[in-house]
T-cell receptor, first 113, second 116 residues
Framework: DQQVKQNSPSLSVQEGRISILNCDYTNSMFDYFLWYKKYPAEGPTFLISISSIKDKNEDGRFTVFLNKSAKHLSLHIVPSQPGDSAVYFCAASAEAAGNKLTFGGGTRVLVKP | DVKVTQSSRYLVKRTGEKVFLECVQDMDHENMFWYRQDPGLGLRLIYFSYDVKMKEKGDIPEGYSVSREKKERFSLILESASTNQTSMYLC???????????????FGPGTRLTVL
């Protein structure tokens, strides 16, 4: 059973608008959450993270929100740019499990000019 | 600059062949990981290693083995390749648990393996 789920396999957004990617998790032991971005034929690259003691983390155009009670996090990209077109993976880790990351299935984002 | 390299970008093998996938990192990281990526399933952990000569099973270890003889190198071995092992294989590394950025893993470019 997938402990981290990204229920939207794809998302299409107009350039300049907001992209919102969602991620749900089931394991209450997860205490750190990360977003990775992946272009075709490349490895994933780290984008932004958030600790479970926070509810928001912002880095430039990227903001991650965490709702612990709902076991839900989201990534906002504002404004979206064509270079943001990629697959985005949500990942979670638990200190008790060491440095293992559990990944969601990914959301493919297409930003249209 | 952080770098994880994988020996091949594309590989085609036949069913039953023994396959070696090599991964090298130059960041002196203690932790190394092997994942496979399949559409809709995200990245699934096959094996990982916290130290030289040490290995632990991930979520889907069946059909795979690993070797870590040196700190910088982590090899994934398919003892007898099967068609259901056709996938993108990704290697990653990270600093030791407990350091400031221990959660972040650095990935190689991946190896697209096709088993015929």
């Amino acid at each position: 059973d997938q402990q981290v789920k990204q229920n939207s396999p794809s998302l299409s957004v107009q350039e300049g608008r907001i992209s919102i990617l969602n991620c749900d998790y089931t394991n209450s032991m997860f205490d750190y959450f990360l977003w990775y971005k992946k272009y075709p034929a490349e490895g994933p690259t780290f984008l932004i993270s958030i600790s479970s003691i926070k509810d928001k983390n912002e880095d430039g155009r990227f903001t991650v929100f965490l709702n612990k009670s709902a076991k839900h996090l989201s990534l906002h990209i504002v404004p979206s740019q064509p270079g943001d077109s990629a697959v985005y993976f949500c990942a979670a880790s638990a200190e008790a499990a060491g440095n293992k990351l559990t990944f969601g299935g990914g959301t493919r984002v297409l930003v249209k000019p | 600059d952080v770098k994880v390299t994988q020996s091949s970008r594309y590989l085609v093998k036949r069913t039953g062949e023994k396959v070696f996938l090599e991964c090298v990192q130059d960041m002196d990281h203690e932790n190394m990981f092997w994942y496979r990526q399949d559409p809709g399933l995200g990245l699934r952990l096959i094996y990982f290693s916290y130290d030289v000569k040490m290995k632990e099973k991930g979520d889907i270890p069946e059909g795979y083995s690993v070797s870590r003889e040196k700190k910088e190198r982590f090899s994934l071995i398919l003892e007898s390749a099967s068609t259901n092992q056709t996938s993108m294989y990704l290697c990653a590394s990270s600093p030791a648990t407990g350091t400031a950025i221990y959660n972040e893993q650095f990935f190689g470019p991946g190896t697209r393996l096709t088993v015929l």
